[in-house]
């Protein structure tokens, strides 16, 4: 399933995650487990997950959303999920974690969006009474194909617990099938929630020929940026967009094997983190979906530096410049 051959410097390297989704980051150990929760949905565990060398459109990928969404659809399942992704995420060595998900109402098994969130702050508080050794915090995300009215309902629903949850909640997300939906109509919501506190992670240029909207949700400007694969010249992106990222220092959230697999970057090698790295700019390794991409951030770090050639003391550094670009207050650490 997974490739263990990781070093174990960098199992032990202090590791700071900032970019993954809940769902897209369930092991499969637990994907064993809720299949056998719902044997008569019949889903097997290629519906699941993408491994070792296999590749699958972008579009492809969020099919493979849908199954797992299928799986978890109650309390009991986003309770397990959350506890197992923290849990995971600490044996590898990750000592702070912002985790992002979509509240979904379940009307079958009568979940609701508060509720949802109220389970993934259940078992974030769980862990750290079992005294697993990871700081976690959530960013409530958007998914774009929802458009205004929900997006408007997410922030309110983010503010609320913003202001109730003890510091957890401390951000919003945007992200989904960046080929579906347009940024300009969630301006207005991006715009409250910025206004009220909530810190920003967007997910742009994920695909190519969305510069009219990246110009646009730059200019906000958000606090950080998951992907922005297409932002710069060399690959259709334009030299305003990469000035304004700079400009605004603001961090990039960068996830190889997920670009790699999803094929919105042909090699590592061809990786933006090469371009943003060598500027200088605030670059943060990733995972994005653990699970669906049968990876976790170690071996992120491993691959980056094999691939760029990163001394070890280059790659400390690159984990420890992480630390700068968290969103929860400085009083941490
Ligand atoms: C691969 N690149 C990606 N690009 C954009 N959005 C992505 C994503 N990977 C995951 N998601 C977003 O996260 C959801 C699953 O987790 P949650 O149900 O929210 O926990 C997906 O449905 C999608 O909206
Ligand atoms: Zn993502």
């Known amino acids: 399933v997974m490739d263990n051959e990781v070093d174990v410097f960098y199992r032990e390297l202090p590791k700071v995650e900032l970019h993954a989704h809940l769902n897209g980051s369930v092991s499969f150990q637990t994907i064993e487990k809720l299949i056998s929760r719902k044997p008569h949905l019949n889903i097997e565990h290629g519906m699941t997950a993408i491994g070792k060398g296999q590749r699958r459109t972008l579009d492809e990928c969020f099919q493979v959303f849908k199954v797992i969404h299928q799986?978890?659809?109650?309390?009991?399942?986003?309770?397990?999920?959350?506890?197992?992704?923290i849990k995971e995420f600490a044996a590898d060595g990750v000592k702070y974690l912002e985790l992002r998900s979509t509240p979904r109402e379940e009307k079958n098994t009568g979940l609701t969006?508060?509720?949802?969130?109220?389970?993934?702050?259940?078992?974030?508080?769980?862990?750290?009474?079992?005294?697993?050794?990871?700081?976690?915090?959530?960013?409530?995300?958007?998914?774009?194909?929802?458009?205004?009215?929900?997006?408007?309902?997410?922030?309110?629903?983010?503010?609320?617990?913003?202001?109730s949850s003890d510091g957890l909640v401390v951000g919003l997300d945007l992200s989904g099938d960046?080929?579906?939906?347009?940024?300009?109509?969630l301006l207005p919501a991006l715009q409250k929630a910025k206004n009220c506190g909530l810190k920003l992670s967007l997910h742009l240029s994920e695909?190519?020929?969305?510069?009219?909207?990246?110009d646009l949700l730059l200019n906000l400007p958000?606090?950080?940026?998951?992907?922005?694969?297409?932002?710069?010249?060399?690959?259709?992106?334009?030299?305003?967009?990469?000035?304004?990222?700079?400009?605004?220092?603001?961090?990039?959230?960068?996830?190889?094997?997920?670009?790699?697999?999803g094929q919105t970057v042909p090699c590592y090698a061809q990786h933006h983190f090469k371009y943003w790295y060598q500027m200088g700019h605030p670059s943060v390794i990733c995972t994005d979906d653990k699970g669906v991409f049968c990876t976790d951030l170690s071996q992120e770090?491993?691959?980056?530096?094999?691939?760029?050639?990163l001394s070890r003391e280059a790659v400390w550094k690159l984990s420890q410049s992480a630390i700068d670009c968290i969103f929860a207050p400085d009083t941490i650490e």
């Open 71 to 85: 799986l978890v659809d109650t309390e009991e399942d986003i309770l397990m999920v959350a506890t197992d992704v």
């Open 178 to 185: 960046p080929t579906v939906g347009h940024g300009r109509d």
């Open 113 to 163: 969006k508060k509720r949802y969130i109220e389970t993934v702050m259940k078992a974030i508080q769980q862990c750290r009474k079992e005294g697993v050794d990871i700081d976690v915090r959530f960013l409530v995300a958007i998914d774009r194909r929802n458009g205004t009215e929900v997006a408007m309902e997410t922030v309110k629903l983010a503010e609320e617990f913003m202001l």
């Open 207 to 214: 695909v190519p020929s969305q510069l009219e909207e990246s």
């Open 301 to 309: 770090y491993q691959v980056a530096a094999s691939t760029f050639g």
């Open 222 to 261: 958000p606090d950080r940026i998951g992907h922005g694969t297409f932002l710069h010249p060399e690959v259709g992106g334009s030299a305003s967009l990469v000035e304004k990222v700079v400009k605004n220092n603001i961090p990039l959230e960068l996830c190889l094997t997920s670009n790699i697999k």
